[in-house]
């Protein structure tokens, strides 16, 4: 593809800007709009390595200058803004000076058999983006996000999930119903029943259920479990985020099937 000249925005009400504040300070907007701005250079190669093609590419008119060999035929159609007007776009304490908008992918149909991580009603986007990116790395592909979970396009989850979500099957938005689409066995965290994790045997592929941070797993997923798994902490904390949990829990079922050293 030829490059174009981009566009150039000089106003502060630009529609275009209204619409990136909110995509990117409003945690649900990507839902009403249907697209989803990705904000920062890491993201982008993410998405771009992905094959992600943006339908819009952003640039801070210095950026732009510095870096346009780089990324002028990224996307579909780009934008160049003042930097000060870019930087007023961002929520970020230090905004980021290029940005992509992508359509907000449709959400795929539940595979039964996948490797699956349930989150259910995680509240923190920190912990749903940390998960997400536990997930990709250690082979849980799908991840099912039951109602009352943090949206998983929203801007802080894409930012704590690395580019993780390019690489997963999101399903967001379901009630634990859909979960009876899954034929393989769930295995719920607790922090005061089950097998201990160092000496359980854990079936793959399987369906781990994260629970809410300060609540866990509902009752209801509870008994459509089929394994109860608790970790270890011989230092007596409390109990352990979250994330932390999952990334442990992922990473022995991950040891288990692959056999890593």
């Known amino acids: 593809m030829s490059a174009t000249e981009p566009n150039r925005i ?14 990117s300070q409003e945690p649900g907007a990507y839902r009403k709009l249907g697209r989803v701005w990705l904000e ?7 998405a771009r390595d992905r094959h992600v093609r943006p339908a819009l590419a952003v640039f801070a008119e210095s950026f732009w200058m510095a870096s346009r060999f780089e ?4 996307a579909d159609r ?9 930087a007023g776009v961002s929520g ?4 980021a000076p290029m940005g ?9 149909e539940l595979q039964p058999d996948a490797p699956t991580v349930v989150l259910d009603r995680l509240q923190d986007a920190g912990n749903v983006g940390s998960i997400l990116r536990s997930a990709g790395a250690f082979g849980f592909h799908q991840i099912v996000a039951l109602k009352g979970t943090a ?3 929203a801007p802080k989850v894409l930012r704590a999930g690395m580019g993780a979500h390019f690489g997963l099957r999101l399903i967001e938005g379901v009630d634990a119903g859909a979960l009876d689409a899954l034929t393989v066995p769930m295995v719920a965290t607790s922090s005061h029943r089950g097998d201990w994790l160092h000496r359980a045997a854990l079936p793959h592929p399987c369906a781990w259920l994260m629970g809410h941070e300060g609540q866990g797993v509902s009752a209801v997923l509870e008994a459509r479990a089929a394994q109860h798994i608790r970790i270890a902490q011989p230092g007596g904390e409390e109990s352990l985020n979250v994330a932390a949990a999952a990334a442990i829990c992922l990473h022995a079922s991950a ?3 692959s056999d890593l050293p």
């Not at 780009?78 to 870019?86: I, P, Q």
């Not at 970020?92 to 905004?95: D, I, R, T």
């Open 151 to 153: 949206a998983l396009w």
């Open 255 to 257: 040891a288990r099937v």
């Open 71 to 74: 990324w002028e035929d990224a």
């Open 78 to 86: 780009t934008v160049v803004v003042a930097d000060a007007l870019l």
């Open 92 to 95: 970020l304490e230090s905004p």
């Open 10 to 23: 000089t106003s502060r009400d630009n529609p275009l800007l209204k619409e990136l504040r909110k995509l």
């Open 40 to 46: 920062g250079d890491h993201l982008c190669r993410a």
């Open 100 to 108: 992509f908008v992508i359509d907000l992918p449709f959400r795929p």
